[in-house]
C-alpha cells in the first residue's frame, strides 16, 4: 500500500471522525454533559490531529490543537460548555471539516475566519470566560525550576508545547493517577512497562502495583490483564502532560487522574505492596533516564513479571490440560473471538458493491427466466425440479435481501450536514433557529443517500428564509424568539418518509396566488384549493422573495426539489397551517435497485406498476362509472368519487378511451396526496423485479420510470405512476389547474 492510499484512508477516517464530532457537539448543545460525549468529541479532534500530523497538514494540525485544547477544558470540568462556548464549538467543527476538504480536495480556507475562531478559542482556553476555569492555577505553586526532593525524588527534565500559563503556574500540583491495564491494550502491542516509563519522565513520581485480581497459575489467562498501578505523580507541565502519555492507550484502560494538594500527598508505596525486582530503565532507551528508580522499577518490573508469568502459564497448559481446563479455555477464546468480531467492519471500494449487486440482479432475472420455463413444462407442479426452484427462489431472496442490507447506509450523516447549513443560513439572515433530528439511524440505499443532500439543503435554506419568522416577529405572535425546524426519517409501507416541519408563519396564499397570476401560471378567476395554492411553489422560476439574495430570490428552488425527488422514485407534497407553520413530505424509494411490483397488461403491453403506490385492486361495475366532461369519467369507491385513468391512451398504446368493465383498477396514491384510480387490462401478478435504467441505456420515456426483463425474458417497463396521474391532468401546470378550474 502506497502512501496515497493511505492518505485516502486518514481522509476516509475523517469524515467518521467529524461526523462524531458533530453529533457528541449537537448533544452538548442540548445540554448533554455525560462524560462519555465529551471523551468523544474530544477523541474525534484528537485523532484528526494527529493523523494530519503524519501527512504535514500543517493548517489543519494548527487549528485542530488549539480546538483539542480548549475541548480539553470542557473535559477537565475547567470550562463550563454554555450556549455562548457551543457556539464557538459548532462553529470550529465547520472550519475542521473546511480544512480537511481542503487538505484532501486542494483549495483553501478563509484565513480571516479560521483565525478569528482561533482566537476564540484560545480565549475560552485561557479563562477568559468561567472564573472557575483558571481556579486550579490560582491554587497551584509556582517554581521556576524544579528542584530535587528531600525524600531524594529528581525530576526530569520535560517539555511539551502548547501549554499555556495556566499549566506553567500549576507545574508542581500533585496528582493520583489510578492506571489498570485492559485486555485490548496488550493485544494492540501496546506495554505498560513503557508507558510507566513515559510517565516516569514528566516529574517526580511514587508507583505501587496492585495484584488483588492476580489469579492462581492454573487459572491465569496469558493474554488477559491482571495488574494494576497506583501513583502519584507532580508533572512539570500539569495534568496534560499525564494524559499525553496514555492518549493513544486511554480508551484500552481504566484511567483516572485526580489532583491533590501537594502537601498531603503521601507515597503509595507506605499502604500498597510494592513488588522489589531490580530493574534497570536504561535499557528501555539509548540514554539515561533521571526517575525515582527506587519506586518506579518496582511498578515497571510487575509488568514484565505479568509477561513472564504468562508464558509460563502458556507452557504449562501445553502439557497439563484437565477437560475443565480446556472447556474454560474453549469458552474465554469464543467469547474473545466474539468481542473482536463485533467492532470489525472493512472498507470497500462502492464500484464493487454494485458490480456485486448488478450480478446478484441478473441472478433474479435468470431465476425468474428458469422458474418460467420449468412452470410451463411441468402441468402438474409436483416435480423435483420444481420444488427444488421453490427453494432456489426463496434463497434468492434471501441472498439479494442481504446484498441490498450492504449498501443500506443510515440517514444520519446528510442529517448532520443540514445542521451546519441552519447554522450557516441563520447567521446570515440573523435568525436564531434550532435544528431537531428523529430517526436518523433511519437505513436507505446509499444511492438514495447520496442524492437526497441537493433537495433536503433546498428545502432547509426555504424553511430558514422564508419559512421561520425574524425573533421579533416571532415575540410579536407569542412566539419563543428562536424558531424550529424538525427533520424525521421513518419507514413506513416499503418506502422512507422525510419530514420537514417548521413552526414558522407558514404559507401566504394570497401571495403565492397573486404571484402565480402575475407569472401567468393560473388564470385570474382559478377557483384552486389550499392544496393547489401550496403546491404552485413547486413551479418552475416560481419565488415570493422581493430581492435577490445569496440565499433566495433567483426563481430556483423548490422546482429543483421536486424534479430531484422524482428523479429518485419518489413524491413530495406540501401541508401548511398559517401562523403555525409548514410541513414538506418526501416519499422514497428505499432502493434504487430492486422494487415490487404488480404486472399488469395494457393494450397488449405488459407493465409493471410499483407496489408501494397501489391502495388497492377493484373491478369496477357499470352502475359505479360516471361520464364527467367531454372525455373525463369517475369511479364511485364507497361513497366518493376517484378520477379514473386510462392508461393505454395516456400511454398511446390506443387512440380510443377502454371500456372500464372490461378491464381492472387500481386505486392509487398521486403526487398530491389524493387518489386516482388507474385502469388496465388485466393483473398478471406480483413479483419483485430488477429496475433497469431506460436514461442510461436508451432515453427518457415520458411515464415510464425505467425498465426490467421478466423471466420469459420480455422487457417489461415500470410505470412512473405519478407521472402519469399529472398528464391525465394536463401537460402543464397551467393546464392542469385550468382543468381543476372546469371541474
Not at 201 to 206: D, H, I, L, P, V
Not at 272 to 298: C, K, Q, R, Y
Given at each position: 500500500?502506497?502512501?496515497?492510499?493511505?492518505?485516502?484512508i486518514f481522509f476516509q477516517e475523517c469524515e467518521e471522525?467529524?461526523?462524531?464530532?458533530?453529533?457528541?457537539?449537537?448533544?452538548?448543545?442540548?445540554?448533554?454533559?455525560?462524560?462519555?460525549?465529551?471523551?468523544?468529541?474530544?477523541?474525534?479532534?484528537?485523532?484528526?490531529?494527529?493523523?494530519?500530523?503524519?501527512?504535514?497538514?500543517?493548517?489543519?494540525?494548527?487549528?485542530?490543537?488549539?480546538?483539542?485544547?480548549?475541548?480539553?477544558?470542557?473535559?477537565?470540568?475547567?470550562?463550563?460548555?454554555?450556549?455562548?462556548?457551543?457556539?464557538?464549538?459548532?462553529?470550529?467543527?465547520?472550519?475542521?471539516?473546511?480544512?480537511?476538504?481542503?487538505?484532501?480536495?486542494?483549495?483553501?480556507?478563509?484565513?480571516?475566519?479560521?483565525?478569528?475562531?482561533?482566537?476564540?478559542?484560545?480565549?475560552?482556553?485561557?479563562?477568559?470566560?468561567?472564573?472557575?476555569?483558571?481556579?486550579?492555577?490560582?491554587?497551584?505553586?509556582?517554581?521556576?525550576?524544579?528542584?530535587?526532593?528531600?525524600?531524594?525524588?529528581?525530576?526530569?527534565?520535560?517539555?511539551?508545547?502548547?501549554?499555556?500559563?495556566?499549566?506553567?503556574?500549576?507545574?508542581?500540583?500533585?496528582?493520583?493517577?489510578?492506571?489498570?491495564?485492559?485486555?485490548?491494550?496488550?493485544?494492540?502491542?501496546?506495554?505498560?512497562?513503557?508507558?510507566?516509563?513515559?510517565?516516569?519522565?514528566?516529574?517526580?513520581?511514587?508507583?505501587?502495583?496492585?495484584?488483588?485480581?492476580?489469579?492462581?497459575?492454573?487459572?491465569?489467562?496469558?493474554?488477559?490483564?491482571?495488574?494494576?498501578?497506583?501513583?502519584?505523580?507532580?508533572?512539570?507541565?500539569?495534568?496534560?502532560?499525564?494524559?499525553?502519555?496514555?492518549?493513544?492507550?486511554?480508551?484500552?484502560?481504566?484511567?483516572?487522574?485526580?489532583?491533590?494538594?501537594?502537601?498531603?500527598?503521601?507515597?503509595?508505596?507506605?499502604?500498597?505492596?510494592?513488588?522489589p525486582v531490580p530493574f534497570d530503565l536504561s535499557a528501555?532507551?539509548?540514554?539515561?533516564?533521571?526517575?525515582?528508580?527506587?519506586?518506579?522499577?518496582?511498578?515497571?518490573?510487575?509488568?514484565?513479571?505479568?509477561?513472564?508469568?504468562?508464558?509460563?502459564?502458556?507452557?504449562?497448559?501445553?502439557?497439563?490440560?484437565?477437560?475443565?481446563?480446556?472447556?474454560?479455555?474453549?469458552?474465554?477464546?469464543?467469547?474473545?473471538?466474539?468481542?473482536?468480531?463485533?467492532?470489525?467492519?472493512?472498507?470497500?471500494?462502492?464500484?464493487?458493491?454494485?458490480?456485486?449487486?448488478?450480478?446478484?440482479?441478473?441472478?433474479?432475472?435468470?431465476?425468474?427466466?428458469?422458474?418460467?420455463?420449468?412452470?410451463?413444462?411441468?402441468?402438474?407442479?409436483?416435480?423435483?425440479?420444481?420444488?427444488?426452484?421453490?427453494?432456489?427462489?426463496?434463497?434468492?431472496?434471501?441472498?439479494?435481501?442481504?446484498?441490498?442490507?450492504?449498501?443500506?447506509?443510515?440517514?444520519?450523516?446528510?442529517?448532520?450536514?443540514?445542521?451546519?447549513?441552519?447554522?450557516?443560513?441563520?447567521?446570515?439572515?440573523?435568525?436564531?433557529?434550532?435544528?431537531?433530528?428523529?430517526?436518523?439511524?433511519?437505513?436507505?440505499?446509499?444511492?438514495?443517500?447520496?442524492?437526497?443532500?441537493?433537495?433536503?439543503?433546498?428545502?432547509?435554506?426555504?424553511?430558514?428564509?422564508?419559512?421561520?419568522?425574524?425573533?421579533?416577529?416571532?415575540?410579536?405572535?407569542?412566539?419563543?424568539?428562536?424558531?424550529?425546524?424538525?427533520?424525521?426519517?421513518?419507514?413506513?409501507?416499503?418506502?422512507?418518509?422525510?419530514?420537514?416541519?417548521?413552526?414558522?408563519?407558514?404559507?401566504?396564499?394570497?401571495?403565492?396566488?397573486?404571484?402565480?397570476?402575475?407569472?401567468?401560471?393560473?388564470?385570474?378567476?382559478?377557483?384552486?384549493?389550499?392544496?393547489?395554492?401550496?403546491?404552485?411553489?413547486?413551479?418552475?422560476?416560481?419565488?415570493?422573495?422581493?430581492?435577490?439574495?445569496?440565499?433566495?430570490?433567483?426563481?430556483?428552488?423548490?422546482?429543483?426539489?421536486?424534479?430531484?425527488?422524482?428523479?429518485?422514485?419518489?413524491?413530495?407534497?406540501?401541508?401548511?397551517?398559517?401562523?403555525?407553520?409548514?410541513?414538506?413530505?418526501?416519499?422514497?424509494?428505499?432502493?434504487?435497485?430492486?422494487?415490487?411490483?404488480?404486472?399488469?397488461?395494457?393494450?397488449?403491453?405488459?407493465?409493471?406498476?410499483?407496489?408501494?403506490?397501489?391502495?388497492?385492486?377493484?373491478?369496477?361495475?357499470?352502475?359505479?362509472?360516471?361520464?364527467?366532461?367531454?372525455?373525463?369519467?369517475?369511479?364511485?369507491?364507497?361513497?366518493?368519487?376517484?378520477?379514473?385513468?386510462?392508461?393505454?391512451?395516456?400511454?398511446?398504446?390506443?387512440?380510443?378511451?377502454?371500456?372500464?368493465?372490461?378491464?381492472?383498477?387500481?386505486?392509487?396514491?398521486?403526487?398530491?396526496?389524493?387518489?386516482?384510480?388507474?385502469?388496465?387490462?388485466?393483473?398478471?401478478?406480483?413479483?419483485?423485479?430488477?429496475?433497469?435504467?431506460?436514461?442510461?441505456?436508451?432515453?427518457?420515456?415520458?411515464?415510464?420510470?425505467?425498465?426490467?426483463?421478466?423471466?420469459?425474458?420480455?422487457?417489461?417497463?415500470?410505470?412512473?405512476?405519478?407521472?402519469?396521474?399529472?398528464?391525465?391532468?394536463?401537460?402543464?401546470?397551467?393546464?392542469?389547474?385550468?382543468?381543476?378550474?372546469?371541474?
Amino acid at each position: 500500500m502506497d502512501m496515497n492510499e493511505i492518505k485516502e484512508i486518514f481522509f476516509q477516517e475523517c469524515e467518521e471522525q467529524l461526523a462524531e464530532l458533530e453529533s457528541g457537539l449537537l448533544k452538548m448543545n442540548d445540554g448533554d454533559r455525560d462524560p462519555e460525549t465529551v471523551n468523544a468529541v474530544f477523541r474525534a479532534v484528537h485523532s484528526i490531529k494527529g493523523g494530519a500530523g503524519a501527512f504535514g497538514l500543517d493548517d489543519l494540525v494548527a487549528f485542530a490543537h488549539v480546538f483539542e485544547t480548549t475541548l480539553d477544558c470542557v473535559r477537565s470540568n475547567k470550562l463550563e460548555p454554555g450556549p455562548e462556548v457551543m457556539k464557538v464549538m459548532l462553529k470550529s467543527a465547520d472550519v475542521l471539516a473546511d480544512l480537511t476538504n481542503a487538505a484532501r480536495d486542494g483549495g483553501s480556507v478563509d484565513a480571516s475566519r479560521s483565525s478569528g475562531l482561533v482566537k476564540e478559542l484560545e480565549a475560552l482556553a485561557n479563562g477568559q470566560m468561567p472564573a472557575a476555569h483558571a481556579a486550579p492555577a490560582a491554587a497551584a505553586p509556582v517554581a521556576k525550576a524544579p528542584a530535587a526532593s528531600d525524600d531524594g525524588f529528581q525530576p526530569v527534565p520535560f517539555s511539551f508545547d502548547g501549554f499555556g500559563e495556566e499549566e506553567e503556574a500549576a507545574a508542581l500540583s500533585s496528582f493520583e493517577v489510578s492506571f489498570k491495564p485492559r485486555r485490548e491494550l496488550y493485544s494492540k502491542g501496546n506495554e505498560a512497562a513503557l508507558l510507566l516509563r513515559d510517565l516516569s519522565r514528566t516529574g517526580e513520581m511514587s508507583i505501587s502495583c496492585i495484584m488483588d485480581d492476580l489469579p492462581s497459575l492454573d487459572d491465569l489467562d496469558p493474554e488477559e490483564a491482571y495488574f494494576a498501578w497506583k501513583i502519584q505523580i507532580k508533572p512539570e507541565k500539569g495534568e496534560e502532560a499525564i494524559r499525553t502519555v496514555f492518549e493513544f492507550a486511554e480508551w484500552d484502560c481504566d484511567l483516572e487522574i485526580k489532583m491533590i494538594e501537594t502537601e498531603q500527598a503521601k507515597p503509595a508505596g507506605e499502604e500498597l505492596p510494592m513488588i522489589p525486582v531490580p530493574f534497570d530503565l536504561s535499557a528501555l532507551d539509548d540514554g539515561p533516564e533521571m526517575v525515582a528508580a527506587e519506586t518506579v522499577n518496582a511498578a515497571v518490573d510487575a509488568a514484565e513479571t505479568a509477561t513472564r508469568v504468562s508464558k509460563l502459564a502458556a507452557a504449562k497448559a501445553e502439557k497439563k490440560e484437565s477437560p475443565a481446563a480446556a472447556a474454560a479455555a474453549a469458552a474465554a477464546a469464543a467469547a474473545a473471538q466474539a468481542n473482536n468480531a463485533a467492532g470489525q467492519t472493512i472498507r470497500v471500494d462502492l464500484d464493487r458493491v454494485d458490480r456485486l449487486i448488478n450480478l446478484v440482479g441478473e441472478l433474479v432475472i435468470n431465476q425468474a427466466m428458469l422458474s418460467q420455463s420449468v412452470i410451463e413444462n411441468d402441468a402438474t407442479g409436483t416435480s423435483a425440479v420444481n420444488m427444488g426452484l421453490e427453494e432456489l427462489q426463496q434463497l434468492t431472496r434471501e441472498i439479494q435481501d442481504s446484498v441490498m442490507a450492504i449498501r443500506a447506509q443510515p440517514v444520519k450523516p446528510v442529517f448532520q450536514r443540514m445542521s451546519r447549513i441552519v447554522r450557516e443560513v441563520a447567521d446570515m439572515v440573523g435568525k436564531s433557529i434550532r435544528l431537531v433530528t428523529e430517526g436518523e439511524n433511519t437505513e436507505v440505499d446509499k444511492t438514495v443517500i447520496d442524492k437526497l443532500a441537493e433537495p433536503l439543503t433546498h428545502m432547509i435554506r426555504n424553511a430558514v428564509d422564508h419559512g421561520i419568522e425574524s425573533p421579533e416577529k416571532r415575540a410579536a405572535a407569542g412566539k419563543e424568539p428562536e424558531g424550529t425546524i424538525k427533520l424525521t426519517a421513518k419507514h413506513r409501507s416499503g418506502r422512507i418518509v422525510i419530514e420537514l416541519v417548521d413552526d414558522g408563519a407558514g404559507i401566504n396564499r394570497e401571495r403565492v396566488r397573486q404571484k402565480a397570476i402575475d407569472n401567468e401560471l393560473i388564470a385570474a378567476d382559478a377557483n384552486l384549493t389550499d392544496e393547489e395554492i401550496d403546491n404552485l411553489i413547486f413551479a418552475p422560476g416560481f419565488s415570493t422573495a422581493d430581492k435577490i439574495s445569496d440565499i433566495s430570490g433567483r426563481g430556483v428552488g423548490m422546482d429543483v426539489v421536486k424534479r430531484s425527488i422524482q428523479a429518485l422514485g419518489g413524491r413530495i407534497s406540501i401541508t401548511s397551517r398559517p401562523g403555525l407553520g409548514s410541513t414538506f413530505t418526501m416519499s422514497l424509494p428505499l432502493t434504487l435497485a430492486v422494487l415490487d411490483g404488480m404486472v399488469v397488461t395494457v393494450a397488449g403491453q405488459t407493465l409493471v406498476v410499483p407496489l408501494t403506490a397501489i391502495v388497492e385492486t377493484l373491478q369496477p361495475e357499470a352502475r359505479n362509472i360516471h361520464s364527467f366532461g367531454a372525455n373525463q369519467r369517475l369511479i364511485s369507491i364507497r361513497d366518493s368519487f376517484c378520477p379514473l385513468v386510462d392508461v393505454g391512451r395516456i400511454l398511446n398504446f390506443r387512440g380510443t378511451q377502454a371500456n372500464p368493465v372490461e378491464g381492472v383498477a387500481l386505486l392509487v396514491e398521486s403526487e398530491g396526496g389524493g387518489q386516482r384510480a388507474l385502469m388496465v387490462d388485466a393483473i398478471q401478478g406480483q413479483r419483485q423485479v430488477v429496475i433497469k435504467s431506460l436514461e442510461a441505456n436508451y432515453t427518457h420515456v415520458p411515464g415510464i420510470a425505467a425498465a426490467t426483463i421478466l423471466g420469459d425474458g420480455r422487457v417489461a417497463l415500470i410505470l412512473d405512476v405519478d407521472a402519469v396521474v399529472a398528464a391525465s391532468r394536463g401537460q402543464s401546470l397551467k393546464q392542469e389547474m385550468s382543468l381543476a378550474v372546469a371541474g
